[in-house]
């Protein structure tokens, strides 16, 4: 979302710099000649720290935008070393809660107390309302720092890629019915949840599910379907460079996740037309849905939940309510992005924080 956010404000005449940490992060077709890209070379962004700072001395940018706490903490160091006026915006993407479970050894400690004492000093866009609560429920102090900014998804791009030509062999006149999820394969996505689910769809009505994505689950999900004897009704697509024609054309788009922030594929499934399926995690679906107005909400991880779900789709589809267009406006790119410069010219406008010293020598934690 930084990469379609940056897009966005170049085309809005902000000269705009994308600080790139590692060489193998997410890139855009589409992100402006005019985005300056500047590689630091480092293998994780707290190591970025001192080329963040030199760029910060160098250029004095007025505003650094970084996403979560492993980036937005560097982000902050840097800015204390650097000694300039640049203020500091943090997009958290993800509910802190949930997040913070996968900390181990001393940084369930360290950096629960750095982000109490770093996120002070900064804007904090929080991409739903469940994402601010979360956060505020564990930083109380931090709530007049917050601000909800849902993300720019939709875009008249996004609906013309819908658009493309689809030549995968499961759709067509008198095919079965075709559900579609896509994520990064992985635990948090609950995809071993939905193959179970569509292994008891299956002995209800024909039906065929296609799985989007790459990632470290890939081998144990291949061994799940073949296990459930699923080899001709459930794919592994693979990354999909334009996965909207499948949104657009599948009979439903199941989301399974365990836990979520605000989950882009689901808006974008809404967006191109497809009947949605979610699960009611802890953050995102529930909000984005209205409540379930706009889909169909089951608990998380309940397979027969699910599966049920799934088989009432397919043998009595839910009618799209008229509305949705209306709903959705919220979540286009032209909303998303005036909600940003609004707060990024309050944030100039406003006092600068006076900032304290900062232990650079502890470590904390950070993704690969």
């Known amino acids: 979302m930084l990469l379609s956010l940056a897009e966005e404000l170049s085309n809005r005449n902000y000269i705009i710099d994308l600080l790139i940490v590692r060489e193998d ?29 030199r760029y910060l001395r160098q250029v004095r940018p007025s505003v650094l935008i970084a996403s979560e706490h492993y980036t937005g903490l560097p982000a902050l160091y840097a800015l204390f070393l650097a000694r300039v006026n640049t ?29 109490d004492l ?10 739903s309302k469940g994402v ?6 564990h930083f109380p102090h931090l709530r007049k720092n917050v601000t909800v900014i849902y993300n720019p998804v939709i875009s008249e791009r996004l609906i013309a890629r819908a658009r493309e030509p689809l030549s ?42 296609l799985i989007l994505g790459e990632g470290p689950d890939r081998e144990l999900l291949q061994q799940q379907i073949m296990a459930n004897n699923l080899t001709d009704a459930c794919e592994l697509v693979g990354y999909q460079h334009n996965p909207y024609p499948y949104m ?3 009979h439903a788009f199941v989301l399974s996740s365990r836990f979520e922030g605000l989950p882009t594929v689901l808006i974008e499934a809404l967006a191109v037309g497809a009947t949605v399926i979610a699960t009611d995690c802890h953050s995102g679906p529930r ?9 169909t909400l089951v608990p998380v991880e309940d397979v027969n939940a699910l599966a049920d779900a799934m088989v009432a789709q397919i043998l009595n589809p839910r009618a799209i309510r008229a509305d949705l267009g209306e709903w959705l406006r919220q979540f286009d790119v032209d909303t998303s992005v005036d909600k940003h410069e609004k707060l990024i010219q309050a944030t100039l406008a406003s006092p600068p924080p006076r900032a304290r010293p900062i232990p650079l020598s502890i470590d904390c934690n950070t993704r690969d």
């Open 25 to 53: 992060g997410e890139r855009s077709e589409y992100l402006p000649a005019n985005v300056r890209q500047i590689k630091l070379g480092a293998s994780r962004p707290l190591r970025a720290v001192p080329a963040i700072a």
């Open 287 to 295: 909000e984005i849905l209205a409540d379930g107005a706009f889909g």
């Open 248 to 250: 657009a054309r599948s």
């Open 168 to 209: 995968h062999p499961w759709f067509g006149p008198g095919k079965p019915p075709v559900l579609v999820a896509a994520g990064r394969l992985q635990p948090a996505k609950g995809f071993d949840v939905l193959i179970d689910a569509f292994s008891r769809v299956v002995k209800v009505t024909p039906a065929r599910l």
């Open 132 to 137: 601010a609560r979360d956060l505020i429920g």
């Open 118 to 127: 770093c996120f002070r000093y900064a804007e904090i866009i929080a991409v």
């Open 87 to 115: 203020r500091c915006v943090i997009r958290q993407d993800n509910t802190w809660g949930m997040d913070s479970r996968r900390f181990r050894g001393r940084h369930r400690f360290l950096t629960p107390w750095m982000v």
